[in-house]
């Protein structure tokens, strides 16, 4: 057994432990079987949470939401550096301009993300 078995083995049996119920499907990658857990969430002992989708479609959705996902955590990111920068002073005008930008960016992707989950 590869050391990535044994530790998914080890980790579906805390899931079990846990309350999880173990699926019928497999993870596409590593093919250990996935796990639902209390929260509704599916998840691979080894890989983390996976997405069942049954369309192309639906595959596109997912997709386009994990990316909106990852663009909001990276304005998050660049406004919390560009917030501990203006510490540093407070009335630089192109700080200021930038934190602006990125509450504007981040209003604007919650926008489509509300406008999209409709």
């Known amino acids: 057994m590869t050391n990535e078995s044994e530790v998914g083995v080890k980790k579906a049996a805390e899931l079990l432990r846990q309350g999880a119920t173990m699926l019928e499907e497999a993870c596409p990658i590593c093919k250990m079987p996935l796990f639902k857990l209390k929260n509704g969430d ?51 005008s192109e700080r200021i301009i930038q934190i602006i930008r990125y509450l504007d960016a981040l209003e604007r992707l919650r926008k489509i993300k509300i406008n999209s989950s409709e």
């Open 42 to 92: 599916v998840v691979c002992p080894v890989h983390g949470k996976v997405y069942i989708v049954k369309s192309d479609d639906e595959e596109k959705i997912v997709k386009r939401n994990l990316q909106l996902d990852e663009i909001e955590s990276i304005l998050i990111d660049g406004l919390y550096l560009s917030a501990k920068k203006m510490k540093e002073d407070p009335l630089d």
